[in-house]
């Protein structure tokens, strides 16, 4: 099996095909700590793309809270016991050594357990190029099963008063997890279809199913570790996010050409949610682009992270973790880089400051931010950091170089002069 370079991991991995990439890459950051669950996304995207027939169970956007919830119900706990089993028959450990590697191609050391295909492999399953089931049909029914059910309350009655909201973790906790298919790097989805259905794009690395050549095996739902792909009863076909490509080509008349982020993005009440492309080397590595907001925020500020990098499919969904939630938790979930990214957004720099008040600052995707410093407005000391706030503005540019976004720090008040003009 050809050997591919994952930067999540900071390792090479075994994946059926050979490197070939993109030349920008669809990307995404979600900030878990600002989600309200409104599930204005899911609704976006469904009256968009799945209000047909066949379609009732397809939620190609969903919003489920964990630890309890998962649409389908248990995806994550299922593939994480597969996963420990392969390990636990070869003899192995999922572990991470964060003291190994560094620099922009190992940010979070080197996983030194088996991926997904490394998994199948090892378990001689030559059929299967991962590890992966298929959900059963009573699985998709919910896609928010066990909303705002939190952990941790009923054991612990003593404290729950007292210390159930204290820093650095809640002993009664909960989160919302946002979740589209990722546009993978090196996807299973991809890799299982043995119709070869299913395709990368070169232009922005969206991963699509040809609807004229899948034949409904369901592979692609099978293998997937994030279970994005869906299939249709009333079609026979498996379906999936597709990235809202004709807004991604600038085919929204609205923005005159220019690129537009997807429904679920530009719908966020939130304002969790910013959207992009970065640009790629040859062989997949970013190419530097430090002005570029979310090759700030991912590779340099570093606050945002991979969810669930040891699958292997190097996703290109990206999540501040919540700050509330136990970290071993939040380990297994986003990787060894939880705490530094918990730590920067607790105490954010100037820069990350700034650069954060660009998400659902507008519906055109930015290419390029430039900020233009302001006043210190506050100053604190907490931890025994002082932390103080600027109120910087950041400026926003489209792929033409337009100005699309000017947002300041400070959010501006307006008071109204002290006339009546309506009696009513
Ligand atoms: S998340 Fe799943 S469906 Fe989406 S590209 Fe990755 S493997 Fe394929
Ligand atoms: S619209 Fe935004 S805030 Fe509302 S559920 Fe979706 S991601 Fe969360």
């Not at 379609?55 to 969903?62: G, I, L, S, V």
């Not at 993005?265 to 062989?283: F, N, T």
Request: glycine share 8%.
């Amino acid at each position: 099996m050809p050997k591919v370079y994952n930067w999540q991991l900071g390792r090479d991995m075994d994946y059926p095909y050979p490197e070939k990439h993109p030349q920008w890459q669809f990307a995404f950051v979600f900030n878990i700590n600002r989600c309200i669950a409104c599930q204005t996304c899911t609704m976006a995207c469904k009256s968009t793309w799945t209000f047909s027939k066949g379609q009732e169970y397809m939620w190609w956007n969903n919003v489920e809270t964990k630890p309890y919830g998962g649409y389908p119900q248990g995806w994550d706990v299922k593939l994480l016991e597969m996963l420990d089993q392969a390990h636990q028959k070869a003899g192995r450990q999922a572990v991470w050594d964060p003291q190994q590697g560094g620099g922009e191609q190992q940010p979070y050391g080197v996983y030194e357990g088996m991926t997904v295909f490394e998994a199948a492999r090892h378990a001689g399953k030559r059929e299967e190029v991962a590890v992966g089931y298929e959900p059963s049909e009573d699985e998709w029914r919910f896609p928010n099963i066990h909303e705002d059910t939190a952990t941790g309350s009923r054991d612990q009655k003593e404290k729950f008063n007292l210390e159930s909201t204290t820093l650095p973790a809640h002993h009664t906790w909960f989160f919302y997890l946002q979740r589209i298919c990722n546009h993978c790097t090196y996807p299973a989805c991809l890799s299982a279809c043995p119709r070869g259905a299913i395709y990368k794009r070169p232009e922005d690395g969206i991963v699509l199913i040809d609807q004229k050549r899948c034949r409904g095996y369901r592979k692609c739902v099978m293998q997937c570790p994030y279970k994005k792909p869906m299939f249709r009863a009333s079609t026979r076909v498996s379906e999936k996010c597709i990235a809202c490509y004709p807004r991604i080509e600038g085919g929204d008349p609205l923005t005159e050409g220019e690129p537009m982020e997807t429904r679920c993005m530009a719908a966020c009440v939130g304002k969790i949610r910013l959207q992009g492309l970065v640009r790629l080397e040859s062989d997949g590595a970013w190419a530097e682009d430090r002005q570029n907001p979310l090759y700030f925020l991912i590779k340099v500020a570093k606050v945002a992270l991979p969810l669930y990098p040891q699958f292997g499919t190097e996703p290109n969904g990206y999540y501040i973790p919540p700050r509330w939630a136990p970290r071993p938790y939040l380990r297994q979930m986003f990787g060894p880089g939880v705490d530094a990214a918990i730590e920067a957004y607790t105490f954010p720099s100037r820069e990350l400051m700034a650069v954060l008040q660009l998400f659902r600052a507008t519906q055109r995707i930015v290419f390029r931010y430039e900020i233009v410093e302001g006043e210190k407005v506050f100053e604190r000391t907490a931890n025994g950091q002082t932390w103080s706030m600027y109120n910087d503005t950041i400026i926003g540019f489209s792929k033409s170089g337009k100005e699309v976004a000017r947002v300041s720090v400070e959010e501006p008040k307006f008071i109204r002069p002290d006339v009546h003009s309506n009696l009513i």
